[in-house]
């Protein structure tokens, strides 16, 4: 079509561009909270949904979450009593937090400065005020009806999803100014003995350990899932092998018992201290109920949108599901103490542990914490003489009543050959 020849005839289309590029929100540092993938939450969305609290700005508004709103406004109240905080103060404090605080969300946050400040705000005094009455049962209200037991389990639980975070530092920074640091409980404790019943491990005083050691190394936590994250990884264990992970086959347990594996439940509460000492490998205990899968599930998608390439927990999950093919697979780690499965029926493990591993192993770089454990896994079973003892052992001498069986047939066998000999001998 001609044009005049003073009209720029891309102007309209490159104006068009550069207004959606001024609109990009910037990849900051602070970045730590996102949406979950669609693959992800394809498998199964209610795990990444919160069902009775929106935390921050993500899920904020929605209807059947409305219910919830009178009740955080109850909780500010009771939290400004507690602590003595004007409510101009806490708002100051927000507003200067305001910008990291919103550079820590993967997109742009449309709401209003004054709106977005209300939410973070309001949130926070609701999460601080719920970790600190559950803490200090004398202070639990009788009118409060999150304090019933299965009101904290389901506030708990949207607490942990990706899609329902706080910035840490909002938290936390909160919590300090609040008790002006006298508290002899630092808030990250607080925070671990709420959660404890949601950990995969269940030592609350090593879980503990293994934060204060992460904290002291100069870790700085992202959120409530991120210190859930950490709950479960030493920190001398983070030290992840160079190069991509190689997807290695191995057997499942009932496979590798048979070759003559045996398992142990290991001494250590840390995901990763997985131990291969001569036949035996050693698993730290895990706890399996209701609650396991959200948890497992917003770890494994914080790791594939944060830590892609410090995978630990999706490594474990792998590695797990490489162990369970089915309940009989399930039986021989819960006999072991491997698992404690609270679920009751064996193959509901072995269907949770198999789906959380869907959409993850495609990443290429799951595996490489435990390619060693892998590789001395296989070594053994390739070797035949290991299944043969195995066997042996499991046919013939399993029981007290087997070995004696055994010896038996062996001295009858051993008689009638003598007998035998004897007879020929003498013709």
């Not at 003073?6 to 900051?28: F, H, K």
């Not at 797990?320 to 103490?337: C, F, G, P, Q």
């Amino acid at each position: 079509m001609p044009t005049d020849g003073n009209e720029d005839p891309y102007l309209m289309l490159e104006t068009s561009i550069r207004e959606q590029l001024d609109e990009l929100q910037p990849i900051l540092p602070d970045c730590c909270i996102y949406r979950v993938p669609p693959k992800l939450r394809s498998v199964n969305e209610k795990a990444y949904t919160p069902q009775i609290a929106s935390i921050g700005p993500l899920h904020h508004g929605k209807l059947e979450l409305q219910a919830m709103e009178d009740q955080k406004m109850r909780y500010l109240k009771a939290f400004l009593d507690r602590t003595n905080m004007s409510l101009k103060n806490c708002i100051k404090v927000m507003k200067e937090w305001e910008e990291r605080a919103r550079n820590c969300y993967a997109e742009r946050i449309k709401l209003t400065s004054d709106k977005f400040v209300k939410v973070i705000l309001v949130d926070s005094c609701f999460i601080i005020e719920a970790i600190l009455r559950y803490t200090a049962s004398d202070m639990k209200e009788q009118t409060d009806f999150l304090s019933k037991p299965h009101m904290i389990y389901h506030v708990r639980t949207d607490l942990i999803l990706l899609e329902n975070q706080l910035p840490f530092f909002v938290l936390n920074g909160l919590f300090s100014i609040a008790f002006n640091d006298q508290s002899r409980t630092t808030f990250p404790e607080l925070c671990i003995n709420y959660f404890q019943y949601l950990m995969i491990t269940r030592d609350f005083e090593k879980t503990v350990s293994n934060l204060m050691i992460q904290l002291k190394s100069g870790y700085e936590v992202k959120h409530l899932l991120d210190l859930l994250r950490i709950s479960h990884i030493s920190s001398s264990l983070m030290l992840r092998p160079e190069g991509r992970g190689k997807l290695i086959k191995i057997r499942n347990a009932a496979a590798l018992q048979e070759a003559g594996m045996t398992f142990k439940r290991g001494s250590i509460n840390c995901l990763l201290d997985l131990r291969y000492i001569v036949s035996v490998l050693e698993i730290p205990r895990i706890t399996i109920d209701d609650f396991s899968e959200f948890v497992l599930r917003n770890l494994v998608a914080f790791e594939f949108c944060h830590y892609p390439f410090d995978s630990y927990i999706t490594d474990y999950i792998i590695f797990m599901d490489s162990l369970i093919d089915t309940d009989k697979d399930v039986d021989i780690l819960v006999e072991n103490d491997v698992i404690m499965n609270w679920l009751g029926d064996s193959s509901a493990v072995a269907a949770l542990v198999n789906s959380l591993a869907i959409e993850t192993i495609v990443w290429g770089t799951t595996g490489a914490n435990f390619n060693i454990i892998y590789e001395s896994l296989n070594a053994y079973c390739n070797v035949r003489r290991h299944k043969w003892k195995a066997t042996l052992k499991r046919d013939y001498f399993s029981t007290p009543w087997r070995i004696v069986s055994t010896i038996a047939a062996v001295v009858l066998l051993l008689l009638t050959f003598v007998q035998t000999i004897t007879s020929i001998i003498s013709l």
